[in-house]
Each structure stands twice: as structure tokens, then as C-alpha cells.
């Protein structure tokens, strides 16, 4: 029987160059969209950081990781909403 609830982690790497307000706002658009979706929503913000390799001529970057429990469709509309917004460098979704 298929599993009808995952557990999830979400790594995003947010543009630095936009600044740091950029970065909130995104946050907390993608915190909304986790948090209608999903249960037990975890959100742990490490801040800026440094790039292991330049992203797009970026050599920095903010990075959140989100922890969540959700229905095992929801990551895939999770990842196509972070690769077609402006500001996401980089993401990782992968089951915890």
C-alpha cells in the first residue's frame, strides 16, 4: 500500500544580490505555501553563507531548510513553484 504521508526536507538557496528584504519576503511566501499543505512545519534559517562554487556569477547565498510532513504529491509542485521564482538559486527537496 502506498504511503499516503512523507517526511520532507527542503533546502533553498536564496540570491543574495537582491538583499536580504527579498529574501524575507520569499520566505515567508514559501513558509505559507508549505504550511497549507503540510504538517509539523519546521523552518530553520541559517542565514548567509558562503558558496561552495559561484551560482549564476553569486559567491554568496541565504539558506533555509524547511522540515515537514505532507502527502507524497506535494514536493513535486513544491520544487516546479522554487524553479520558476526569481531569487532561488538552488534547492534540494529530499525525504528526511
Do not use: C, H, Q
Not at 520532507?8 to 499543505?37: C, R
Not at 522540515?67 to 528526511?96: H, Q, Y
Amino acid at each position: 500500500m502506498a504511503k499516503l504521508n512523507e517526511k520532507y526536507e527542503a533546502m533553498v538557496v536564496f540570491s543574495a544580490k537582491n538583499g536580504e528584504e527579498a529574501v524575507k519576503e520569499l520566505t515567508a511566501k514559501f513558509d505559507e505555501m508549505i504550511k497549507a499543505a503540510a504538517t509539523d512545519v519546521e523552518i530553520n534559517e541559517w542565514g548567509k553563507r558562503k558558496l561552495a562554487y559561484a551560482i549564476n556569477y553569486e559567491t554568496e547565498g541565504f539558506y533555509v531548510i524547511w522540515n515537514f510532513t505532507s502527502a507524497t504529491d506535494f514536493p513535486a509542485e513544491f520544487e516546479r513553484v522554487l524553479s520558476i521564482t526569481d531569487g532561488v538559486l538552488r534547492f534540494m527537496v529530499t525525504v528526511a
